[in-house]
């Protein structure tokens, strides 16, 4: 299956560190915002997890900055399932600055499906996971 668009944003000035480029703490956070979209898809929505007692937590984010970003830049990131197991998803973010369309950072995460009450991981319901597999590109 084809990336899904999961984010569209700017980069506005109070983003920028003191060397003028997109500080590392908002593309962590603009990833996060892209992460809740992909979930959505496969039906991790918020009613999901209110109603379950579920949750997701990440447990291995690697990031890779390969173009600067600088205020005013309109970005848009782009995400897929890399892999599904019985608790675990692998899934991963591309940020492209839209005006040229040049990559600006990738993002590959591991997240676990938890049960909120008892802090473990748990299995992810079958439609879930058929939903996530669907997506795997």
């Given at each position: 299956?084809?990336?899904i668009l999961t984010y569209r944003g700017t980069v506005y000035p109070w983003h920028c560190d003191h060397i003028g480029h997109m500080n590392v703490m908002w593309y962590v956070g603009k990833f996060d915002e892209a992460t809740w979209h992909l979930f959505a898809q496969?039906?991790?929505?918020?009613?999901?997890?209110?109603?379950?007692?579920?949750?997701?937590a990440?447990?291995?984010q690697n990031i890779s900055y390969k173009r600067e970003l600088l205020a005013g830049d309109i970005l848009e990131?782009?995400?897929?399932i890399l892999e599904v197991r019985d608790?675990?998803?692998?899934?991963?973010?591309?940020m492209i600055n839209v005006?040229?369309?040049e990559a600006a950072a990738s993002c590959e995460l591991t997240a676990v499906h938890?049960?909120?009450t008892a802090r473990r991981s748990t299995d992810f319901e079958a439609n879930i996971?058929?939903?996530?597999q669907k997506m795997i590109g």
């Open positions: 299956m084809a990336d496969i039906g991790l929505t918020p009613s999901y997890f209110h109603a379950s007692g579920r949750g997701m990440a447990v291995q990131i782009r995400s897929r608790r675990v998803l692998r899934f991963a973010h591309d005006d040229g369309g938890l049960d909120r996971r058929m939903l996530a």
